[in-house]
């Protein structure tokens, strides 16, 4: 007798049926598509696992719903934010308003926050617009001239300055993404022996090759899969070869 | 033969080149060659091949065409790369309101929020189990969907940056997620290849739409009839009554899975995508209105379309085309850089979206990185002309 063992290698759910039957060939009339495992697990018996193709990559032709099925129980669990009585919903206020309000509470940023941040270049916005204001007013008619002109060039430079802190900021972040993805070791790799995994495909090698192309440039180390990084490959070194 | 030469000829004429507004230069050459010989002053010569009624018609049709010159776009570049992610960037919104964030939802569980203007990271939203498909930000309500293929849909707030409601009811993966502009319902759709329509409120699924074969890419939700559009790996896009439940129309034009759609800001209609075919339709009735130039681009995965009638389509291999949405024509083809440490197989473009304003592009890529794109600035239509206009009558707007 040969006992089967039917299972649908779902990821969550895991159901076997068992069936006697004595050959193989009903299986098949059965289960056409069936994949047949044939175990010896014990002398008395042979186990034929089946392993059918799960039907969750099929659409979904009827509606189905878990609830309307008959000896459906729904659990017990509550969550702490879904409890049956949270049906409020929120609604944004006017834009507006929560604009304006903004404004009132930050002098230094720009009053059209709208179309700044909307305009080509937000990197360009400029300083205090109040101070501008009032330095103009407080000069003279005919210096007016001459003292804009060396308001904007201390004006550009100023912006300059800001833009280039702003550039050392953003490769700082940059470097700091980069560096927690991975944390270089330089000059290791040469000392070590070679062992047999950097011979294959997926080895050291290809990592090592491609980092030395990046070294050139002021982005050294950065690797973009987290599994090719020196420190992933340090690790593997060190605890699971 | 010599019949048999003249009647090859006057096929590959009548097939290939009779259509086009400008002709290889090769073939120019000798056709100039030709008139300076025999003495014939035609200019037109392009139309010689035809006779009759049904001739005329179509010279008229393309002198119509040629005529609707393309209005000019400046051409765009990379402006800034950021990286920061750990696994695929699938989906980006723009917050609509203020257009000063923007949030992308990736492939390493994770939802982060970035300033618009410097590309900085403002905050990391995990809660979800598996990767992250797509994301809606809502412009009524301060609150957040996204939807993942851990089968659930999260509403975040965006007050407290906190998950504060889960739609469950798919029986697979969610693919995608729009929030509908005037009622309090969501639409999402997934691998189980149904549309759900949810109640914000009360969590619960209103509706289910059952009409597709095959996975749901794409919906959408318009404010008026069709209230919902899906697209699906079945090659179709249906435009569904949601008060009936039933599809109104099916558009079954595509030969490929359609991975994208996109709605027009201003105009009434919608776009599609499939390898090789992009094609819009006027939206109430679903009828076609344009082929888009599309004949070479491959796979493409997203589409967008900003207010001054740009239509970017994202290509599997890295490939960014920049359509004119009214006369469907491609005037910029570029490729994105993989970021250095990637592979070059890790060119790819996964999603794509246009910000309030339509003057930056912000896509997510393969090689995990966010690129943000930009009109060159002192680009002129002299020039930066971009990509000759070569109608085709194939290509037409009906």
Same mark, same amino acid.
């Given at each position: ?241 | ?101 923007? $949030?992308?939802? @990736?492939? &390493? !569980? /994770?939802?982060?929020? +970035? =300033?618009?203007?410097? *590309? %900085?990271?403002?905050?990391? #939203? ?102 919902? $559009?899906?697209? @699906?790996? &079945? !090659? /179709?896009?249906?435009? +569904? =009554?949601?008060?009936? *439940? %039933?599809?109104?129309?099916? #558009? ?114 393969? =090689? ?31």
């Amino acid at each position: 007798m040969i006992r089967v063992a039917l299972q649908r290698t779902d990821t969550y759910k895991r159901s076997y049926m068992y069936a006697n039957v004595k050959l193989y060939t009903h299986i098949y009339f059965f289960f056409p598509s069936a994949l047949l495992i044939v175990e010896a697990t014990s002398t008395r018996q042979n186990t034929v696992r089946i392993a059918t193709m799960t039907t969750s990559h099929r659409p979904q032709l009827e509606a189905r719903s878990g609830a309307k099925a008959a000896n459906y129980v729904p659990t017990s669990t509550e969550h702490a934010r879904l409890l049956p009585g949270h049906k409020t919903v929120k609604y944004r206020s006017s834009n507006r308003a929560k604009l304006e309000s903004k404004s009132k509470n930050d002098p230094r940023s720009p009053k059209e926050t709208h179309s700044v941040s909307n305009s080509v270049d937000s990197d360009e916005e400029s300083g205090d617009p109040e101070a501008e204001a009032d330095g103009l007013l407080d000069e003279e008619e005919e210096d007016s001239e001459d003292e804009d002109s060396e308001d904007e060039k201390e004006q550009f430079r100023q912006e300059l300055i800001r833009l280039r802190q702003r550039q050392a900021n953003i490769t700082d972040n940059k470097q700091r993404t980069s560096t927690r993805i991975n944390t270089d070791a330089e000059g290791e790799s040469d000392t070590k022996k070679a062992g047999w995994r950097s011979k294959t495909v997926f080895g050291r090698k290809k990592s090592n090759s491609s980092n030395k192309k990046v070294t050139k440039t002021e982005n050294a180390g950065y690797v973009n899969n987290m599994t090719k990084s020196n420190y992933h490959q340090n690790f593997l070194d060190k605890y699971v070869k | 033969m010599n019949s048999a030469d003249d009647l090859y000829r006057e096929l590959r004429w009548n097939n290939q080149f009779q259509v086009m507004g400008t002709l290889p230069r090769n073939l120019q050459q000798v056709i100039d060659e030709r008139t300076r010989g025999s003495g014939a002053g035609t200019t037109v010569v392009a139309y010689d091949g035809r006779s009759g009624e049904e001739g005329q018609a179509a010279v008229q049709r393309y002198q119509q065409l040629v005529a609707q010159k393309p209005q000019w776009h400046a051409p765009w570049r990379l402006s800034k790369v950021i990286n920061g992610h750990l696994g695929w960037v699938r989906c980006v919104a723009v917050e609509p309101v203020d257009n000063e964030w923007f $949030v992308t939802g @990736s492939n &390493d !569980t /994770t939802l982060k929020v +970035w =300033d618009l203007a410097s *590309g %900085k990271l403002k905050l990391t #939203l995990s809660g979800h189990t598996m990767g992250v498909r797509d994301v809606a930000v809502s412009e009524r309500h301060p609150y957040m969907f996204s939807a993942s293929e851990d089968k659930l849909v999260k509403c975040w707030d965006l007050e407290k940056n906190t998950a504060i409601r889960d739609y469950y009811g798919h029986l697979s993966g969610v693919h995608t997620v729009d929030i509908h502009p005037t009622l309090d319902l969501i639409a999402t759709g997934g691998r189980d290849a149904v549309v759900k329509l949810w109640d914000i409120r009360t969590r619960k699924a209103v509706k289910t739409l059952v009409g597709h074969k095959a996975p749901i890419t794409k919906v959408k939700c318009t404010p008026v009839d069709p209230q919902v $559009v899906s697209s @699906s790996t &079945d !090659t /179709t896009v249906r435009l +569904w =009554d949601i008060v009936a *439940g %039933k599809s109104m129309k099916v #558009l079954t034009h595509h030969k490929r899975a359609v991975r994208s759609i996109a709605l027009h800001p201003g105009e009434f209609s919608l776009a599609s995508a499939c390898t090789d075919d992009v094609r819009s339709w006027r939206l109430p009735e679903g009828s076609l209105l344009t082929n888009f130039q599309s004949q070479s681009t491959g796979v493409i995965n997203t589409l967008s379309i900003n207010d001054d009638n740009v239509m970017f389509a994202g290509g599997d291999n890295g490939v960014l085309s920049f359509y004119e949405y009214k006369s469907g024509h491609l005037y910029q083809q570029t490729s994105t850089q993989e970021v250095r440490g990637s592979l070059e197989s890790e060119r790819g473009v996964l999603t794509s979206t246009f910000d309030a304003t339509g003057l930056r592009l912000i896509t997510g890529e393969v =090689d995990k990185s966010i690129k943000i794109w930009r009109h060159v600035e002192d680009a002129t239509e002299e020039n930066q002309p971009g990509l000759p206009w070569n109608p085709n009558l194939s290509g037409q707007r009906f």
